[in-house]
């Protein structure tokens, strides 16, 4: 008798156990797809038809399940403005991870692309539904995570149905499951298992990415096969190779497929060579020179003694800068910048030959009141849009800032922005000793306090923490690479302050992202934090304390050098 829905017979199962398997040209097309499945991550802008889309999407539903639960479900992502905020989270993700390895390993690590989020058409985030308790469910109550195990298994299906269509996908897992799930607003016991990219891709590797990029192979198929049981000690298979510091934190790495085709190493010019992948995805590989916008402020908050200079040398400082014999002026110069400065609050009357765009509130010295006005922190950003869209027809967009005391100011705001504390933050700044790094740590403290108790949720505003604990200039500032992004221009940035100012942008707008250059790592020990939150690697690292621009302007100059490189050398077909 046939089983039920089955028409075949016992007999007829037992003549030729073979006879369920495929033709054998369907059979080779299955283990072609396995074999030329690959982790793409350069794609094409290309969309994807919407019957192709539910083609993959069929077969990632056709997976086996636990129970046959069906857990998944598939969030089709095609909203620039979530992906751009994910592409954020990516960047963040891929400098802590970077962090944990040993030395050698985290500088190969960084010289990998490690997802295509920004490039691929679609995202597709593959959630798993677990509100059913696992004991409800055929198969969980003895292997609870059974269900992400089924999850898994349809990602393997839309993964090789996609390399049949020809489509490319990539699976992204840098990220931090909360702040992905925060991102996508899942409910309680829904968990997500990455972001698949998924288009037309820009590459067709002929071998998985992490093997070309020498950092790893693939194993023999003897090693991985054991027979009946897991053999003694003497002949067990050696665990997995780890490259981290920390054994217990994942490797989550990506490959690299260099694609260009230049006559040059691939990656041959480093952390210089992504400055320049970033100029050129704006459209900015004619840039041969740019704009440094340097804005200026004095703060009331000087009068605790958190600087060692006389508030007046930030209008000597604006002054010499109009002369062009500052040193961030002298910088500009010497790497083909023009100069834009800004008065956003000096003490005294208007320099001649700046823009003024100072608040006309009240400002407070943050401890007992806040910087400015909220209205004020309106105005000044977006007077700083204005400003950077007309600044980014220039292609690059230096910032850099001028104010005694801004290194305390930009502490105040990373702990604020940051939910950090002062010790994480503060560094002895320009010329300052031991009794004033004591000092701006309690300065900072009552601060980032006074404005908490009114602003519970302080990190999650950037506007009210710009006014509470921030400065006028850096309200400039965040505005000017706002609008430079908005020009597709590159904004190259200074130091801890103007990083700062970058932040704001970015949690304003998170395309802004996409535009940034870190010019340097100064010496101020939260600038490292706040770049790792920016997702942006330095181009320089020399122990800077200038301010002014100056690192901003040197770092500029590289790029333009980079650029130079780029469309000077030598192509060839690959």
């Not at 006005?373 to 204005?386: M, N, P, Q, W």
């Amino acid at each position: 008798m046939p089983l039920v829905g089955d028409a075949t017979a016992a007999s007829e199962r037992a003549a030729d156990p073979t006879a369920w398997r495929l033709p054998p040209g369907t059979r080779a097309g299955v283990y072609e797809a396995i074999g030329a499945r690959r982790d793409v991550r350069r794609f094409r802008p290309d969309p994807v038809p919407d019957e192709v889309l539910e083609r993959v999407l069929g077969a990632a539903h056709a997976a086996p399940s636990v129970g046959h639960s069906q857990p998944w479900r598939f969030l089709v992502v095609r909203d620039p403005g979530i992906r751009d905020r994910a592409a954020v989270l990516t960047d963040r993700e891929r400098l802590r991870q970077a962090e944990r390895l040993e030395a050698d390993a985290a500088r190969r690590l960084l010289d990998l692309q490690l997802e295509g989020v920004r490039e691929a058409p679609l995202g597709i985030v593959v959630c798993c539904d677990r509100r059913a308790p696992a004991a409800g469910v055929l198969g969980r109550a003895t292997f609870p995570d059974a269900d992400l195990w089924s999850c898994a298994a349809a990602i393997q299906n839309l993964w090789l149905a996609a390399r049949a269509e020809g489509l490319g996908l990539g699976w992204v897992t840098l990220f931090r499951p909360e702040d992905l799930a925060e991102l996508l607003r899942l409910p309680e016991g829904v968990v997500t298992l990455g972001w698949l990219c998924l288009g037309w891709p820009d590459e067709r590797p002929p071998a998985p990415g992490l093997e070309r990029a020498g950092w790893s192979r693939r194993l023999p198929l003897r090693d991985v096969v054991l027979a009946d049981r897991w053999p003694d000690e003497a002949g067990a298979p050696p665990p997995p190779p780890s490259r981290l510091r920390a054994p217990d934190q994942p490797a989550v790495v990506g490959a690299r497929d260099e694609a260009d085709r230049l006559l040059a190493v691939p990656g041959s010019l480093g952390v210089l060579d992504r400055a320049v992948d970033r100029a050129v995805a704006l459209g900015r590989s004619a840039a041969t020179g740019g704009v440094l916008v340097l804005a200026a402020a004095d703060h009331p908050l000087a009068a605790h003694q958190v600087s060692p200079y006389s508030q007046s040398v930030t209008g000597d400082v604006l002054r010499a800068a109009v002369a062009g014999t500052s040193l961030g002026a002298t910088a500009a110069r010497a790497v083909g910048l023009e100069l834009r400065i800004v008065d956003a609050g000096v003490a005294g009357d208007p320099v001649p030959g700046v823009t003024a765009t100072r608040p006309s509130g009240y400002r407070g010295d943050l401890v007992n009141a806040p910087a400015m006005t909220l209205a004020d922190t309106r105005r000044l950003v977006a007077s700083g849009r204005r400003l950077g869209r007309e600044a980014g027809a220039a292609g690059i967009v230096a910032l850099g800032e001028v104010g005694v005391a801004n290194t305390t100011v930009a502490a105040a705001l990373a702990c604020g922005m940051l939910g950090t504390d002062a010790d994480a933050v503060i560094g002895l700044g320009s010329g300052a000793d031991a009794a004033m790094l004591d000092r701006k740590r309690g300065v900072v403290s009552a601060a980032v306090d006074r404005a908490r108790r009114n602003h519970p949720a302080l990190g999650e505003d950037p506007l009210t923490a710009l006014a509470e604990v921030g400065g006028p200039e850096l309200a400039v500032l965040a505005g000017v690479a706002w609008g430079a992004a908005q020009a597709r221009a590159v904004v190259v940035v200074d130091g801890f302050a103007v990083s700062l100012a970058a932040l704001v942008a970015v949690q304003l707008e998170p395309a802004v992202q996409a535009c940034l250059v870190a010019g340097q790592r100064s010496r101020e020990r939260g600038h490292a934090l706040v770049l790792e939150h920016l997702g942006c690697e330095p181009l320089l690292d020399v122990r800077m304390r200038a301010g002014e621009g100056v690192g901003a302007a040197l770092a500029t100059g590289l790029l333009l050098d980079g650029l130079q490189l780029r469309r000077g050398t030598a192509q060839v077909d690959r």
